[in-house]
Each structure stands twice: as C-alpha cells, then as structure tokens.
C-alpha cells in the first residue's frame, strides 16, 4: 500500500506570495490533518478535514486555509506569505478518527 | 488550553541500559496519549498509545493521571532506538487532533 505523498517536496518563495501545498492520503483514508513543524515551535497542529468537511482546526491566522476533494486529497493554501511561514508542513491521513495517523514526508517552504 | 512537555532535549544511555523519556500533559479533559518517533531519514511513525496498554519494540509507557505523566520506558536500550521521541496528546478520544512535545532525541551509545 502506498504512503501518503506530499508535493512538492520542497518550496522557495518571496514574502507577500501564495503557497498550495498538496497531500495524497493512503486509499481509503478518510481523514487528513495538517501540521506545521518549527525549530522554535515544534508540531503545531493546523487543521483536520474528513469527507471534505473542516472537522478541527488549530491556532492559526485566516491566512492558512484547506480544502480536501472527494477522492480526499486534501491541498493547505497560505497566503500573503510572511518569513515565519517558512516550516517543513507535514500531512498526515487516518481511515477514521481516533486511529492511527500516518505521516507523509513532508514540505519544506522557505519564505525568503 | 492543553500543553505537553518533554523536558529533554537531549538523551543518552549506553546500549543495554534501561531508558525514560519523560512526558508531563496539562488538559483538563480525558485525553487520549500517544507517543510517536522519527528514525533518522524515515517518516513521523506511531510508537504507541496510551489505550492499547501494548509493548512495541520493547517500550512501554502507562499514564498516570495523577501525575499527568505518560512516560516512555525500556529496560535495555538497542542501538537502533536512537531516534527523535514526541509525546503526544489528542483532547479526545477519536480525535485527530494532536498536540505535540518538543520532542526528546535518544541515543543510545554503542
């Protein structure tokens, strides 16, 4: 079975730009949550989306936002990108909640 | 607000050695404990949770509500359990909600 995929794998931008980041969930899962992961902050929690639903969602300014599609790949948008933005994001999909959430490889965004 | 601790950032046993990563929670509701881990080079994996009361790999880890601790625990340390340790903490059970330690790397010495 194929892990979750996370594209691009890695991002460089300029302040005030957009950013989408993508994620593949394992086939069949339902669930994606989103984490932001700093050397200063550490694993923040972002946002959680199942059946395309918003379901949880983190501490963040409105400049981040999500979506996820019916075959439930899910895309992070951020906009108006500042250089505290720049973080390795991390996806992660669960077949229901409350299970085991598996992590995708990540993306590197550096905000310049 | 809920909030999860690990007070090391750093820790190092030799091999054959029993190891503790500590972990303290702070939340006012009944959550739900997990402890995940990063090999070197490999991805975000779960290492064990709280309601399962399994043993994987030879860690174990029991939650003291009193304590509001879930420490992480082996009686003798292997080489390939260096790695990066997060404790992890979800508000409710069946939530995928997670919040995270800073994280504990081990390493253990040959």
């Not at chain 1, 984490?35 to 989306?49: A, H, K, V």
């Not at chain 1, 390795?88 to 959430?101: D, F, P």
Request: charge should be positive.
């Amino acid at each position: 079975k194929a892990g979750v995929t996370q594209t691009p794998r890695y991002l460089i931008k300029t302040r005030g730009q957009q950013v989408t980041l993508s994620c593949s969930p394992i086939s069949g899962h339902r669930s994606v949550s989103w984490y932001q992961q700093t050397p200063g902050q550490g694993l923040q929690f972002l946002f959680e989306y199942f059946s395309e639903t918003q379901r949880n969602k983190g501490n963040f300014p409105g400049r981040f936002s999500g979506r996820q599609f019916s075959n439930s790949r899910s895309e992070m948008n951020v906009s108006t990108l500042e250089l505290g933005d720049s973080a390795l994001y991390l996806c992660a999909s669960t077949l229901t909640a409350g299970n085991e959430q598996f992590f995708g490889p990540g993306t590197r965004l550096t905000v310049l | 607000a809920q909030r999860v601790t690990q007070p090391e950032k750093l820790l190092s046993v030799f091999k054959g050695a029993p190891v503790e990563l500590k972990c303290n929670y702070s939340y006012s509701g009944s959550p739900e404990l997990f402890w995940y881990v990063q090999y070197s080079r490999q991805r975000l994996q779960l290492l064990l949770r709280h309601i399962s009361r399994e043993s994987i790999k030879g860690f174990t880890a029991d939650l003291n509500k009193g304590e509001t601790s879930f420490h992480l625990k082996k009686p003798f340390a292997q080489e390939e359990d260096s790695a990066m340790y997060y404790c992890a903490l979800s508000p409710q059970t069946g939530a995928n909600n997670l919040f995270f330690g800073t994280g504990t790397r081990l390493t253990v010495i040959p």
